[in-house]
């Protein structure tokens, strides 16, 4: 006994010493160890964010821009990306705290929620406006896009009702552009245009149909944005698919119509697929961009600025190559003029859990519920044991998984976690998470934890998981005064991903070396989404609950 009281007593001690020697670091942002967009001579190289920041749309206020994307049924939801020059970017805040319906999105909804936002800023106040299917068009808005956003507006209700953009006009009258979409709709590949008050609170028109991409040409057109240019209506829109689609732009001097067509972004003979769905954006020099996407699978769909040039009152977006008006997208370009050159910034990645406030790089598969964890004054995390259901197959339904975007091609995510289990069957673990998914977690069992690997196979299709036990570790034991024994373990877990989403695991007891558990996974996205990664704990008893303490989170080339 007395022995286990000095071991407790030292562990205590160090780290709180550990506490002190790295709160010198709180509130700083580290530069991303995995992927930078800004080349530092003056050039950038595309991805400028090498991470899931699905149908972006950025607005210009004052000498900054700022980016939304998105977010599904992953809570925070509706991201807020900051940047001075269109690739340094910083994630600053989300706008959706909790997503609406509460009851109904407190369960995992993959691929529903928030579709393709558009982000505005107007009379002083940012404005987004997204389309969720299930329930209709929504608006939030704020002074400050850093602080706290009003709560949702539901500005027309309806089933299919997706990827809004408002406009206001010189004559004081605004406009809501949508789409459809087709699993609830029964309609898709088309664009309406509706009057709303001038609020932007409610839609007062029907719609009325301005472009019908079921022409045997343009299908799948969808995420239209609304601007108007030299006495133009302009609609940039996507049209062919995500992976194998182009930038379609329509243009009519009348808001109604008739538009008439152009495609101003393809592949061409790039090697970015697809290059589709974005905002144009001017800066102050007078120069215009155009922020898009590029599906990239595992990787999601990943961040690509684009040069934009008018001619003739249209557009091209990249550069044109053969002079027929048509541009492709380029891997590396010169940085936009903005006036002067700013510090390189990324989106954060690594965690050491050192302060009060979570790291905006993580989101649940859910509504958090406030038992899901804590951070702490004391240098980590706690997760508390998410109860599993009685119907529980695999973890496609299991909301409190905590995770974040792949962040570059090739990476290194490694946790120390130390995990305090009260029954078996309670697990702690690292896990790559999409449609197939994989995990190397410790499990309760017994005097014993069991380091085990765990893969699943279309999870949505409710396929059970494949679980390898590979080795075992005795347990430890935390004696605190007035405090019950509780076992416990601090394991090194880690997962290095590689080109091709190739992902292999690693475990260490010393955090020095480490040893490969378990076969190599390949990982693949979600529904909607890129695969994340991220750290979890769960158990399939009721009752009095076990927990981890992540003591940090790291990320590396």
């Known amino acids: 006994m007395n022995d286990l009281l000095g071991i407790y007593m030292c562990k205590k001690i160090l780290f709180l010493a550990g506490i002190i020697a790295c709160c010198t670091s709180v509130g700083s942002q580290e530069i991303s160890k995995t992927w930078v967009a800004d080349k530092g001579n003056g050039t950038y190289q595309n991805p400028v964010l090498y991470a899931d920041y699905s149908d972006p749309d950025v607005c210009a206020a004052n000498g900054d ?12 939801g509706l991201p807020i990306l900051h940047s001075r020059d269109l ?24 691929g529903k929620g928030v579709w393709a936002p558009s982000i505005r800023f107007h009379n002083g106040e940012f404005y987004i406006y997204w389309g969720d299917p299930d329930y209709g068009i929504y608006r939030i808005k704020t002074k400050d896009p850093i602080g706290a956003w009003e709560k949702p507006v539901l500005v027309k209700a309806g089933k299919g009702l997706i990827d809004a953009t408002p406009l206001w006009d010189e004559d004081g009258k605004a406009y809501l552009i949508y789409a459809y979409a087709g699993s609830r709709s029964g309609v898709n590949s088309i664009l309406v245009i509706c009057e709303m008050n001038a609020e932007g609170t409610q839609v007062i028109t029907d719609p009325v149909m301005v472009f019908d991409g079921n022409d045997g040409k343009n299908h799948t057109i969808e995420g239209p944005k609304l601007y108007k240019r ?17 930038q379609l732009v329509l243009r009519s001097k009348k808001i109604y ?8 972004m393809a592949q061409g003979n790039s090697t970015i697929n697809g290059p589709h769905q974005g905002a144009w954006v001017d800066t102050h020099t007078n120069e215009s961009w155009f922020v898009h996407f590029q599906d990239q699978g595992a990787y999601g769909r990943v961040i690509h600025l684009n040069p934009m040039e008018w001619k003739a009152d249209w557009p091209i ?66 997760l508390y044991a998410g109860s599993l259901s009685d119907k529980f197959v695999n973890f496609w339904e299991v909301p409190n998984l905590l995770m974040q975007k792949f962040p570059a091609e090739e990476f290194t995510a490694t946790t120390k976690m130390t995990f305090t289990a009260k029954q078996d069957g309670e697990q702690a673990g690292l896990i790559i998470m999409g449609w197939d998914y994989s995990y190397l977690s410790l499990r309760k069992s017994g005097d014993s934890f069991v380091l085990q690997q765990v893969v699943c196979k279309d999870a949505e299709l409710q396929n059970p998981e494949q679980l390898v036990e590979l080795t075992s570790f005795p347990a430890e034991h935390l004696i605190m005064p007035g405090v019950a024994d509780n076992e416990w373990k601090t394991i090194y877990l880690q997962v290095k991903v590689r080109k091709g989403a190739v992902c292999t695991f690693a475990y260490s007891l010393d955090g020095k070396k480490y040893i490969a558990a378990g076969d190599s996974f390949k990982a693949r996205q979600g529904k909607w989404i890129g695969a994340k990664v991220g750290v979890f704990c769960v158990t399939p008893n009721p009752g009095n609950r076990g927990w981890t303490d992540v003591d940090w989170f790291r990320m590396s080339k």
């Open 257 to 264: 119509g008739p538009y008439e067509s152009k495609i101003v």
């Open 65 to 76: 821009f700022y980016m939304t994307a998105s977010s599904f049924n992953c809570i925070p």
């Open 317 to 382: 977006i990249g550069v044109d190559k053969d002079k027929d008006g048509c541009g492709e997208p380029v891997t590396t370009y010169k940085k936009p003029n903005v006036g002067q050159t700013y510090p390189i910034a990324t989106p954060p990645e690594s965690d050491e859990f050192n302060s009060r406030r979570l790291g905006l790089q993580w989101q649940w598969h859910a509504n958090k519920l406030e038992t899901y964890g804590f951070t702490t004054e004391l240098g980590y995390l706690r």
């Open 87 to 110: 690739v340094n970017w910083s994630l600053v805040n989300y706008a959706l705290p909790v997503q609406e319906p509460e009851d109904f999105f407190n369960k995992a909804q993959h």
């Open 230 to 246: 030299n006495g133009y209506y302009y609609i940039f829109a996507p049209a062919g698919g995500v992976a194998t689609g182009w």
